[in-house]
């Protein structure tokens, strides 16, 4: 039996793609934020959705487009966080490699997370229950399996089809990495999380609601995402405008300690 907050993110984020594929199916237009990333009507109706389906909880819901908007809950105590469309810059491209995130915290550390590709119906979810993979077809979830990380084998990292950085080639050949794959969105904690990959190094800026529903889901599949104080990535840093700093996902912590080092010393 799921978790019943559990449960209410996968309802949330099942409602959230049911938005985005209808805006997905016709013509949209793109429009840039702020911060100069790119926000589309599906971003919008998807928060809208996931909003309201977690109203119910009482508990309050640090989302992207809330944010954006000067929405700011009270985050004392557990929050969700949300990205409603996390890969815009995949969904704006139609490679279907762009997600709904939708985490919950305690104590600012993600405990529970749901990562569902609308385009795939690829749907991943962790919490003390260990972390699922399964597949959204027809309104239904089906094929329901549990995952796990695997640390054997030649090493693969998972790199951003979107972001790259100068460092990460390098990173590549001292660690000698045999093989990368390179996908959009939370996708690359999955790939971890269900054994694809091994590491997941990150050296460009993201935000909270971007990683916490995937450091969830590898978390509960028995991998680690740090930053590059060598500690967890927490959530609910108002004074950091919700952005985290360059960090790793690794699938055991003796990788996670390799890639540090090897992070730090590139950045030195």
């Keep these: 039996m799921t978790d019943p907050t559990t449960s209410l993110m996968i309802r949330a984020a099942m409602a959230a793609?049911?938005?985005?594929?209808?805006?997905?199916?016709?013509?949209?237009?793109?429009?840039?934020?702020?911060?100069?990333s790119p926000v589309t009507?599906?971003?919008?109706?998807?928060?809208?959705?996931?909003?309201?389906?977690?109203?119910?909880?009482?508990?309050?819901?640090?989302?992207?487009?809330?944010?954006?908007?000067?929405?700011?809950?009270?985050?004392?105590?557990?929050?969700?966080?949300?990205?409603?469309?996390?890969?815009?810059?995949?969904f704006i491209k139609r490679n279907g490699e762009f997600t709904v995130n939708i985490a919950l915290t305690e104590g600012g550390r993600p405990r529970s997370?749901?990562?569902?590709?609308?385009?795939?119906?690829?749907?991943?979810?962790?919490?003390?229950?260990?972390?699922?993979?399964?597949?959204?077809?027809?309104?239904e979830v089906t094929g329901v399996r549990p995952i796990r990380v695997e640390t054997g084998g030649p090493l693969r990292i998972v790199a951003s089809r979107s972001h790259g950085h100068a460092a990460l080639a390098e990173l590549c050949d001292t660690m000698q990495v045999e093989h990368d794959v390179s996908v959009g969105s939370s996708l690359k904690f999955c790939l971890l999380a269900r054994g694809d990959a091994q590491l997941y190094p990150r050296f460009t800026p993201t935000s909270e609601w971007d990683t916490a529903a995937g450091q969830a889901v590898l978390e509960a599949a028995g991998g680690?995402?740090?930053?590059?104080?060598?500690?967890?990535?927490?959530?609910?840093?108002?004074?950091?405008?919700?952005?985290?700093?360059?960090?790793?996902?690794?699938?055991?912590?003796?990788l996670a300690h390799k890639c540090l080092a090897e992070m730090q010393r590139l950045l030195a």
Excluded at 18 to 25: K, R
Aim: with cysteine; proline share 4%; glycine share 12%.
């Design 41 to 90: 009507e599906a971003d919008q109706r998807a928060e809208a959705v996931i909003l309201a389906h977690l109203a119910n909880s009482g508990i309050p819901v640090l989302g992207e487009e809330s944010v954006a908007a000067g929405i700011i809950p009270s985050l004392d105590g557990p929050f969700f966080v949300v990205d409603p469309l996390d890969g815009t810059k995949e």
């Design 224 to 254: 680690v995402v740090w930053g590059l104080d060598g500690k967890a990535l927490t959530c609910g840093h108002r004074d950091k405008s919700f952005l985290n700093g360059f960090f790793l996902a690794a699938a055991s912590e003796a």
């Design 113 to 139: 997370g749901v990562v569902l590709a609308p385009a795939t119906g690829d749907l991943f979810w962790g919490d003390a229950d260990g972390a699922f993979a399964a597949q959204l077809a027809d309104g």
């Design 17 to 36: 793609s049911t938005e985005i594929m209808a805006v997905y199916a016709r013509d949209f237009a793109a429009e840039a934020k702020s911060d100069g």
